[in-house]
């Protein structure tokens, strides 16, 4: 289709993974706030800074990350901060750069809220694939995330 237009599978396809990405994160999100009291989207910065050195990464790497803008990420980070979360750090090389920092109540909320995340995660997920099924999925997924997709 040179027109642009979408075949009927297409669009099928597209609508299906448009569906079940939203439906497997109501779910994560519905289990974590009535578990931990953590939107997903939290969940998600405090487990970034989790992982990076230090507990902190620049929130414009931050903002790529969690696929927030960032204004997004300025409100979401504010919040985790009310919450004793997440504090902001200035950059000593670049006066302009802030850091998010994960303290050590994000780290244990983290910590509290990871098994939720996981099995929601195998629940509604892995669980309803097998061995190929996960490699061709992987596989799909690495060429969709593929930088060099022409603008």
């Not at 569906?19 to 487990?47: C, K, N, P, T, W």
């Not at 803008?69 to 000593?92: K, M, N, P």
């Not at 892995?126 to 997924?141: H, N, V, W, Y």
């Amino acid at each position: 289709m040179t027109n642009g237009a979408l075949s009927a599978t297409e669009l099928t396809v597209w609508r299906a993974m448009l569906r079940a990405q939203a439906r497997i994160s109501r779910r994560l999100q519905a289990d974590l706030l009535d578990r931990h009291d953590l939107a997903l989207g939290s969940y998600e910065v405090l487990m970034h800074l989790g992982e990076a050195p230090g507990g902190r990464l620049r929130m414009n790497d931050l903002a790529d990350r969690v696929l927030l803008s960032r204004s997004g990420l300025t409100r979401l980070v504010d919040r985790l901060q009310r919450e004793g979360l997440v504090v902001r750090q200035t950059c000593a090389s670049d006066a302009r750069g802030l850091f998010a920092v994960l303290t050590a109540a994000g780290r244990a909320r983290l910590a509290e809220a990871t098994p939720t995340y996981r099995q929601g995660v195998r629940d509604y997920v892995l669980s309803r694939l097998d061995e190929p099924d996960l490699r061709t999925l992987g596989a799909i997924l690495d060429k969709l995330a593929d930088e060099r997709i022409p603008a």
